[in-house]
C-alpha cells in the first residue's frame, strides 16, 4: 500500500453563511499549493472519520464518469427536464443491473472478487458482437456479397445530419454598421 503524506487542520468554527457551527478540516496533500476545506455539520465526529468518509465521494464520481462516458447517456440524452434524466438514469442502472449478469462479472463476484467496470464491460460486450459478425461473414457462402449487403444497411440506418450549430443555413442578419444610429453611441 503507498503511503501519502497529507496536512490536516481542524477547527470548530462558527460559519457565517451557515449561522452555525462547523467542523471545518483543511486538508493538503504533499506537493499541493492549495488547501481543499471540507465542512462536517456533526461536531461529534472525529477528524480521521471524516476524512475518510470523505475518500468514499469519489465513488460517486465514478459513477457519474461510467454514466456519463462509458454508457453513453450524457452523449445521447435527447429527453429534457426532470422525466428526461429520470429516464436517463433509469436506462443506466438497468444496463448496469444486466451487466451484472455478464458470464465474466458473475465470476468475479462468486469469487468475492472486486467487480469489473461498466466501461470495460461494454467494451468487451462490443467486442464479442464485432467478432460473432466477423465470423458469421466469413461463413457466408460469399462473404464479399454479404458485406456489401450489411454496408448498405448500415449506410441506411445511419445517415448524415447537417449539423445545427455550425451557424449554415442561418439568417445571420446584416452584421454591419447602421449610419443612422452612429451618433447614438
Known amino acids: 500500500m503507498k503511503t501519502i503524506r497529507r496536512f490536516i487542520g481542524v ?3 462558527k460559519v457565517d453563511a451557515h449561522g452555525k457551527k462547523r467542523f471545518v478540516i483543511a486538508l493538503k496533500h504533499a506537493g499541493e499549493e492549495n488547501c481543499r476545506y471540507l465542512v462536517a455539520t456533526d461536531l461529534s465526529w ?7 468518509a470523505y475518500t468514499l465521494r469519489w465513488l460517486v464520481e465514478v459513477l457519474f464518469e461510467d454514466w456519463k462516458l462509458h454508457e453513453g447517456w ?7 427536464d426532470e422525466e428526461g434524466a429520470v429516464r436517463g438514469l433509469i436506462l443506466s442502472l438497468l444496463l448496469d443491473h444486466a451487466l451484472l449478469l455478464h458470464p465474466e462479472q458473475t465470476a468475479r463476484l462468486e469469487d468475492k472478487l472486486p467487480a469489473h467496470t461498466v466501461g470495460s464491460l461494454q467494451r468487451l460486450a462490443q467486442m464479442d458482437s464485432l467478432t460473432e459478425f466477423v465470423s458469421s461473414m466469413l461463413q457466408h457462402q460469399n462473404p464479399g456479397e454479404r458485406l456489401h449487403e450489411v454496408a448498405q444497411i448500415v449506410k441506411d ?10 451557424m449554415s443555413g442561418r439568417n445571420l442578419g446584416r452584421l454591419e454598421a ?6 447614438k453611441m
Open 11 to 13: 477547527r470548530r468554527l
Open 46 to 52: 472525529r477528524t480521521i472519520d471524516i476524512a475518510q
Open 74 to 80: 450524457g452523449r445521447e440524452a435527447r429527453q429534457f
Open 157 to 166: 440506418l445511419f445517415p448524415f445530419r447537417e449539423s445545427k450549430k455550425h
Open 178 to 183: 447602421t449610419p443612422a444610429l452612429k451618433y
